[in-house]
């Protein structure tokens, strides 16, 4: 397609069960980001992935995220024992180029998590 | 510690006036500004980009200031119309954090009829 996807786009679990968020970027963006957005919020940074370079995981809140890019391409955000805080929506952008020149960010529409 | 700040009330406007949003910020020294808008649902689609070294930015009815005196952004739409109710974004990006923008929490705008 020709903007970014998430899957799934909606997601329901218990407490304490792992879960795995997808995003396909836009064909040929070299940079990937995530963010969450808890409701009425603003969007909170998780991490950042810039072509070949060690990703940007500054914003991860504890060691039960993790998320890796394969290829250059399709990006995975893991969440291991899923906590009632953690639901949010999730949302993956990209962009062309590198951090040094600001190009717009694309937004997928996001995966909205629900930890029972 | 860094903040940025928007209106956290919603603003509703009639139809044909202009609607104007603030975007205050402290303890940042942003190099570039952008504005998204949001609609229920979706993820934020991008708007406008203004530098630290511009002082207005315009597109179709909308326009964008930055005030790094003021630290303070101003984001007009003109002869606002109901298909502009959403909420809107602003972001910045930093010198000491290239790749990773900052967001405000929002402002969500109602155009009625």
């Known amino acids: 397609g020709a903007g970014v996807s998430q899957s799934p786009s909606n997601k329901v679990t218990e407490k304490g069960k792992d879960v795995e968020l997808r995003c396909d970027p836009i064909?040929?963006?070299?940079?990937l980001y995530w963010y969450r957005q808890s409701l009425g919020q603003g969007l909170e940074f998780l991490i950042y992935f810039q072509g070949n370079s060690a990703p940007d995981k500054s914003g991860l809140p504890s060691d039960r995220f993790s998320a890796e890019r394969t290829g250059g391409s399709v990006s995975t955000l893991t969440i291991q024992r899923t906590q009632q805080e953690d639901s949010a929506v999730y949302l993956c952008?990209?962009?062309?180029?590198?951090?040094?020149?600001?190009?717009?960010?694309?937004f997928g529409d996001g995966t909205r998590l629900s930890i029972l | 510690s860094q903040k940025i700040e928007q209106n956290s009330e919603a603003l509703n406007i009639q139809e044909g006036k202009t609607a104007t949003l603030t975007c205050n910020y402290t303890n940042y020294s942003p190099a570039y500004l952008q504005w998204y808008r949001q609609d229920p649902g979706r993820g934020p689609v991008f708007l406008l980009l203004?530098?630290?070294?511009?002082k207005e930015k315009r597109k179709e009815r909308l326009k964008v200031t930055f005030d790094t005196t003021l630290k303070q952004s101003l984001f007009h739409i003109t002869a606002s119309q109901p298909a502009d109710s959403a909420t809107y974004l602003c972001a910045f990006m930093t010198t000491d954090s290239w790749g990773k923008l900052q967001f405000g929490a929002g402002t969500q705008v109602v155009v009625t009829p």
């Open positions: 952008a990209s962009s062309s180029r590198t951090g040094y020149s600001n190009q717009p960010q694309h």
């Open positions: 203004i530098r630290e070294n511009e």
């Open positions: 064909s040929g963006h070299t940079a």
